[in-house]
């Protein structure tokens, strides 16, 4: 009630400041939850059997292998010159990314 037009124009101005800085907040939250996400995923550490018919012969290292025996990553192509994990895809939500860049 007693308030002047300065000392709302203030106010409003001191709030839409919180609410900008809370998106700001939230957008680095989500950055560090998908850094998280990314970190997670390279660091499980791959189950890895001898039974497992890509390691006869293929010249796949053995993470990579075991990386397509989690079915984590997608077989595009393999050139035996090439690190074998360069041709590996991995899909994550929708977005394709490689595995290890070689």
């Known amino acids: 009630m007693g308030q002047t ?9 001191r709030e839409r400041e919180r609410e900008r ?3 700001r907040e939230g957008g680095r939250e989500r950055e560090r939850e998908r850094e998280g ?3 997670n995923f390279f660091n499980k550490e791959p189950v890895f059997q001898k039974s ?3 390691n006869k012969g293929s010249g796949f ?10 079915g984590r990553g997608v077989f595009l192509e393999y050139r ?5 994990a ?13 595995l290890v860049e070689a």
Do not use: D, M
């Not at 035996?80 to 074998?84: C, F, G, K, L, V």
């Not at 360069?86 to 490689?98: A, M």
């Open 86 to 98: 360069c041709c590996l895809v991995v899909l994550l939500g929708s977005r394709k990314r490689t």
């Open 61 to 70: 290292t053995r993470e990579v292998a075991a990386y397509i025996q989690l």
């Open 80 to 84: 035996r010159r090439t690190y074998a």
């Open 37 to 39: 996400e990314k970190k």
């Open 52 to 54: 497992n018919g890509y």
């Open 21 to 23: 800085e809370r998106e």
């Open 5 to 13: 037009k300065s000392q709302r124009e203030n106010k409003r101005e």
